[in-house]
T-cell receptor, first 110, second 114 residues
Framework: QQPVQSPQAVILREGEDAVINCSSSKALYSVHWYRQKHGEAPVFLMILLKGGEQKGHEKISASFNEKKQQSSLYLTASQLSYSGTYFCGSLNQAGTALIFGKGTTLSVSS | DAGVIQSPRHEVTEMGQEVTLRCKPISGHNSLFWYRQTMMRGLELLIYFNNNVPIDDSGMPEDRFSAKMPNASFSTLKIQPSEPRDSAVYFC????????????FGPGTRLTVT
């Protein structure tokens, strides 16, 4: 079951904050965040496990609410380098591979 | 570390032709994934190998697609015959044992079928 991300796109100026949401209709045991810059490959940012959060990258953090089956990615004081498409992923039923959401495109301008 | 290596980076072919995409995972990684990315469908998992064995190929669109991993350092994704709707960026990714959530992606192959 593919996670659902919102919003689809965000436009920011440098220094502004943003929140990207990821939700699932099935139970989430972990949530995985990746970022893909234009023309490049996706890069792992962080994983959130049951009930916890793990800050993995720059000023980017995330939370995970397993009861609500959703996660949010927080980008604080955004920089130009934050621009890209952010994907959340959840493990497939077998727990062996990731199913990614359709992504949220973040554009940061100066 | 060289990272995941994919070739070719770009491929343009005519409908009906056979296309072979290649991937060399990071040394020491025992899981390998093939993804397809399009604007419409996003990033789709096609097939997943663990220790060179295909574990989940439920994402392979149809029989025209096949993937092999003859050894720990090489995998291929073949499309025969290719169709225009196969046009996409194909990524290969690999991960350490037990860390399938932290995948290292290759640069991708942009396939255009005319």
């Amino acid at each position: 079951q593919q996670p659902v991300q919102s919003p689809q796109a965000v436009i920011l100026r440098e220094g502004e904050d943003a929140v990207i949401n990821c939700s699932s209709s099935k139970a989430l045991y972990s949530v995985h965040w990746y970022r893909q810059k234009h023309g490049e490959a996706p890069v792992f940012l962080m994983i959130l496990l049951k009930g916890g959060e793990q800050k993995g990258h720059e000023k980017i953090s995330a939370s995970f609410n397993e009861k609500k089956q959703q996660s949010s990615l927080y980008l604080t004081a955004s920089q130009l380098s934050y621009s890209g498409t952010y994907f959340c992923g959840s493990l497939n039923q077998a727990g062996t591979a990731l199913i990614f959401g359709k992504g949220t495109t973040l554009s940061v301008s100066s | 570390d060289a990272g995941v290596i994919q070739s070719p980076r770009h491929e343009v072919t005519e409908m009906g032709q056979e296309v072979t995409l290649r991937c060399k995972p990071i040394s020491g990684h025992n899981s390998l994934f093939w993804y397809r990315q399009t604007m419409m469908r996003g990033l789709e998992l096609l097939i997943y190998f663990n220790n060179n064995v295909p574990i989940d190929d439920s994402g392979m669109p149809e029989d025209r697609f096949s993937a092999k991993m003859p050894n720990a350092s090489f995998s291929t994704l073949k499309i025969q015959p290719s169709e225009p709707r196969d046009s996409a960026v194909y990524f290969c990714a690999s991960s350490f044992p037990g860390r399938n959530y932290e995948q290292y992606f290759g640069p991708g192959t942009r396939l255009t079928v005319t």
